[in-house]
């Protein structure tokens, strides 16, 4: 099988059209390593020749071919003209039309592909659960850490303070 990505990017102004990335003929894990994966991830990836930011991304497409697109554009292109359809687009462009869209299908996979999402590293640390505790690295000015703690607690965080944590006995970077 033979997968096709169609990737529409926002416009830059408003009137603009979207700019669109495509890549043909791929196979499913590199799909899935080089576009899908960081792209649910909020990494950067590479499309067609384009470097894209998952937040420029207006809409995007997966498709499943079983012949590629070197195959399929001439028989693409035979199919226009008998219909009297006329265009300068590559027949190539229309494979993620023809195709199954695999999309939804590909989202699902990644979420549950842990061998393809980057894992934290952690390099000897110990995870911890999430914690609404925040560490406050601060000088001498007193005004702002109070200030700054005030702050914090409206957000529903607990400030761990080093100059405190240290009058209580602890050692600072045990309470981060």
Known sequence: MFYHARIELKAKRAKEPNKVAREFDVTREDLLEKIVAPFVEGRKFYC?????????????????????????????????????????KPGQWEMIREGRDVTRELLDEINSRSDLLSAPKL???????????????????????DHTEVSLHRFGLKPVILREAASKGKNGNREV
């Open 48 to 88: 067609g020749g384009v470097v894209i930011q998952p937040t420029e991304v207006e809409k995007l497409k997966f498709s499943e071919t079983d012949r590629n697109s070197t195959e399929s554009a001439p028989m693409i292109l035979a199919r226009r003209r008998a219909s009297g359809v006329l265009t300068s």
């Open 123 to 145: 390099d000897g640390a110990v995870m911890r659960e999430k914690s609404n505790r925040v560490f406050i690295v601060h000088g001498h000015d007193q005004n702002a850490v």
